[in-house]
C-alpha cells in the first residue's frame, strides 16, 4: 500500500510561480518502479490528470493545459514527487492531487482515468488570482 502526502498548497499570483510536493512511501517497501502522477480538479468537474512520470526511467507526458509551464519530477532519494508551477493562469485554480501506481508504465495523459491510479493523496488547494 502506498501512502501519499501532498504539500505546498496556498495562494498565488497569475504570472507567478509555485511548486507542489508529494511524499510518496510504500508500506511493503516495494523497490520497484512507479507511475507517478499529478491530477487536479475544478469544482463541478472531474479529476483531470496534469502530468506522470515514471519514476525508474524520468519519461514524463503533460496535459496540453500546462505544457510548456509545469513540471514534474520525482526526487529518489527523497521519494518525493515534485509539481513545479510556472506563469500560472486562473484556469490553473484547483484542488491538486498526487497519485501513484506500481509499473514502468504510465497511461496516456489524454485518456487517464482515476481508477487507473491505485493510490492517492487528499488534495491540496492551489488558489490564482
Known amino acids: 500500500h502506498v501512502q501519499l502526502v501532498e504539500s505546498g498548497g496556498g495562494s498565488v499570483q497569475t504570472g507567478g510561480s509555485h511548486r507542489l510536493s508529494c511524499q510518496v512511501s510504500?508500506?511493503?517497501?516495494?523497490?520497484?518502479?512507479?507511475?507517478l502522477a499529478w491530477f487536479r480538479q475544478h469544482p463541478g468537474k472531474e479529476r483531470q490528470a496534469v502530468a506522470t512520470?515514471?519514476?525508474?526511467?524520468?519519461?514524463?507526458e503533460y496535459a496540453d493545459s500546462v505544457k510548456g509551464r509545469f513540471t514534474i519530477s520525482h526526487d529518489s532519494a527523497k521519494n518525493t514527487l515534485y509539481l513545479q508551477m510556472n506563469n500560472l493562469k486562473l484556469e490553473d485554480t484547483a484542488v491538486y492531487y498526487c497519485?501513484?501506481?506500481?509499473?514502468?508504465?504510465?497511461?496516456?495523459?489524454?485518456?487517464?482515468?482515476?481508477?487507473?491510479?491505485?493510490?492517492w493523496g487528499q488534495g491540496t488547494q492551489v488558489t490564482v488570482s
Open positions: 497519485a501513484s501506481r506500481r509499473g514502468w508504465t504510465c497511461p496516456s495523459v489524454r485518456v487517464t482515468v482515476r481508477a487507473d491510479f491505485s493510490d
Open positions: 510504500d508500506s511493503e517497501f516495494s523497490d520497484g518502479a512507479y507511475c
Open positions: 512520470i515514471i519514476t525508474r526511467g524520468g519519461w514524463t
